[in-house]
């Protein structure tokens, strides 16, 4: 059980990007691919040798010979002691949750989200700090130059484990924990959310179905939902974590989730529908013929937030990435706290978040968490909709009614063309920053451009920049426009162009939000050309 030192050679391409390094499972899959970039991890910070990690994934493809793997790795660099969820499997939110419970040293969790999974889907790995995290640019910038000059990684040479049963076991000399993944997620629940009230709720005949999407939430929502809260069985529907995801992909929004929108539109909806993703950090929310934009949650859940135990003093002030429509800022403006916009990517907020300046955050792309953890938290948003309507004994679509009619309606939505190639978008994001200055008064199709800029971040915590966040455009008559490429893709280039157009409280709320988006959308696609440039101007997915 000696660690061997074994020789490897500098791998290109293992930058991080918006969440860790995602590719194709078969790329995770090469000898030594997995190995240079967790070596890397560990040199990247210093050392591993006496320190304690988290590691867990959302149970995808290659998920447990991934543990494995890190596992020989951790306890040749001299790793104390790892904590892993049974199976391998630990959702996001519940490993970031771990990180700061048991003060470890970070964690390495292992998932490609909402995308696909399986031998020729997706993987990925990211690494979290000690604050539950994902690594701020600085740490990964650390990792990548490791990735570009390493030769030789740590790994003991002994069997796998087995991961299936809890308790703590030995590898030469590191402790391996191995946890329930739920248990104390959901005893960090129980203290945010009034579980009686809800329990309440349900027992009052209340009907709810929580689409798992064969992904890692299914046994967290099983046990707080149709156990600790009461809700029948069948509550929550595809429970049953899958290597493939049943075949599916585990994003949850009105295209990739449509079984769960059919039923929410027809005349047997429940009361209430919500699905996560692969990992357990997204959500959407649903009503009986109502669909809740991510934006549009985030505003809600920051307006009500004061009607939860553990939000009951206040929140700070509420965080959106830059895309995410305005909605929370004018709930921000309507508490007296403040609003911050930051770049896409989790990890923004976690500054902001440690300084107290921000208790709830959020995102276009369904992502809404709170200091609770580090991470956005798929089913802790879920629940605190359920214990607002449970005090505030509405329907979805009377709550998004009062509210709209309160702070006017953002009618919003994500176009995204995928699969681009690469020289194609960088063409359009290109052209338009050439044009950026003259783009003001021109007009196209009936809007004319009030306003454009490339979006750069001054962190107002650590006062680090992150420049070229995205294209912004404005329009006479209050519509917004912005593009950016997705960082989380492992195909080509993904175009991601979202929409906004905002009614005012005495302004129709009741249109169909393409319906209301489609002048901003034809001079949008006018202006960046994209049936010169890509070929076509109808998305792939339109969220
Ligand atoms: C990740 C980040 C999110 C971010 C999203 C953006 O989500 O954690 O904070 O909003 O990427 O994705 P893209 O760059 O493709 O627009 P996840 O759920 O994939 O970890």
């Known amino acids: 059980m000696t660690p061997r030192s074994i020789p490897c050679s500098p791998i290109e391409g293992q930058k991080p990007g918006t969440s860790g390094l995602r590719k194709k499972t078969r790329v995770f899959m090469q000898p030594g691919y997995l190995e240079n970039f967790v070596q890397s991890v560990f040199n990247g ?44 499997l630990l ?79 030995t590898l030469g000399t590191m402790k391996v924990a191995i946890i329930d993944p739920v248990v104390d997620y959901q005893a960090l629940m129980a203290t945010l959310f009034d579980f009686a009230k809800i329990r309440a709720l349900f027992a009052s005949g209340f009907t709810m179905k929580f689409d798992a999407m ?16 009461g809700a029948p069985k069948g509550t929550v529907i595809n429970a049953t974590p899958l290597e493939d995801f049943g075949g599916g992909h585990p994003d949850p929004n009105p295209v990739w989730a449509k079984p769960l929108m059919d039923l929410m539109m027809s005349d047997i909806a429940p009361d209430f529908g919500a699905a996560s993703d692969g990992d357990g950090d997204r ?7 109502v669909y809740v934009t991510p934006s549009d949650s985030l505003a809600v859940l920051a307006a009500n937030a004061h009607l939860a135990p553990g939000y009951a003093a206040g929140i700070a002030g509420v965080a959106r990435s830059m895309p995410t429509s305005g909605a929370s800022d004018r709930v921000a403006k309507h508490l007296g706290i403040e609003a911050y916009e930051t770049p896409t990517g989790w990890k923004f907020f976690g500054n902001l978040m440690d300084a107290g300046k921000v208790t709830i955050c959020g995102e ?22 359920l214990n607002i309507l449970a005090e505030r004994k509405q329907s979805v679509a009377d ?47 009936t809007l004319t451009v009030a306003k454009s800029d490339e979006f750069t971040y001054l962190d107002p915590v650590d ?33 991601r162009i979202y929409l906004e157009q905002y009614a005012d409280s005495h302004e129709d709320h009741t249109r169909d939000a393409q319906d209301a988006l489609s002048n901003l959308r034809d001079a949008v696609v006018e202006l960046c050309e994209l049936d010169r440039i890509i070929g076509r101007s109808e998305p792939d997915v339109m969220t």
């Open 45 to 88: 910070i210093g050392g591993a040798r006496g320190k304690t990690f988290v590691v867990g994934g959302d149970g995808r493809f290659f998920n447990a010979q991934a543990i494995q793997t890190i596992l020989k790795m951790a306890a040749a660099n001299g790793v104390a002691r790892v904590i892993v969820g049974k199976g391998g």
């Open 91 to 169: 959702s996001t939110p519940a490993a970031s949750h771990l990180i700061r419970l048991n003060k470890t040293d970070g964690g390495l969790i292992l998932s490609a989200s909402h995308n696909p999974g399986g031998i020729d889907e997706d993987f990925g790995i990211k690494f979290n700090t000690p604050n539950g995290g994902p690594a701020p640019e600085g740490v990964t910038d650390a990792i990548y130059a490791e990735t570009t000059k390493l030769d030789c990684y740590q790994a003991l040479d002994v069997d796998d484990i087995v991961l299936d049963l809890i308790g703590e076991v």
């Open 214 to 229: 064969h992904a890692v939430t299914g046994p967290y929502a099983q046990a707080v939902l149709e156990g600790a809260l």
């Open 283 to 289: 959500n959407m929310v649903v009503g009986r013929g």
């Open 364 to 385: 276009e792309s369904a992502g809404t968490g709170s200091n609770h953890v580090r991470e956005k938290d798929g089913l802790w948003a879920v629940l605190l909709w």
């Open 399 to 445: 709550v998004m009614a009062d509210h709209w009619k309160l702070f006017g309606r953002d009618y919003y939505s994500r176009h995204d063309y995928e699969a681009v190639s690469k020289d194609a978008a960088d063409e359009v994001m290109d052209g338009i920053r050439a044009r950026m200055g003259d783009l003001v008064g021109q007009q196209f199709a």
């Open 463 to 495: 006062g680090s920049v992150s420049s070229k966040q995205g294209l912004r455009i404005w329009f006479e008559g209050g519509a917004r426009a912005v593009l950016r490429l997705s960082g989380t893709g492992t195909e080509g280039a993904t175009l």
